[in-house]
């Protein structure tokens, strides 16, 4: 059964978190230089920037691709996401 979007980005959220990665929602378009959504490293603190003029389908696979990066084997992640993770 799919989940709802809300619940999904909550499972991911709760991964990023374990992972101390801060996720951050902000209007881009209102930006004085151009920031695109994605994963960055600031300060030596791990960061998602998410646009919140994109649908939360696009957070999820940003989220989902960033949290590719990371090693996710000693953590709880949701099976979902496991699940998409190992099958790209």
Not at 68 to 85: H, P, S
Request: proline content about 1%.
């Amino acid at each position: 059964m799919m989940q709802d979007i809300e619940s999904r980005i909550r499972d991911i959220k709760e991964t990023a978190e374990k992972l101390s990665i801060k996720i951050e929602v902000a209007d881009l378009n209102d930006q004085e230089f151009s920031i695109q959504s994605g994963y960055c490293k600031l300060n030596g603190e791990d960061l998602i920037i998410l646009d919140k003029n994109l649908p939360e389908e696009e957070h999820l696979i940003i989220m989902l691709n960033t949290l590719k990066q990371f090693n996710l084997d000693d953590i709880y992640v949701a099976d979902w996401i496991r699940e998409k993770i190992e099958a790209d």
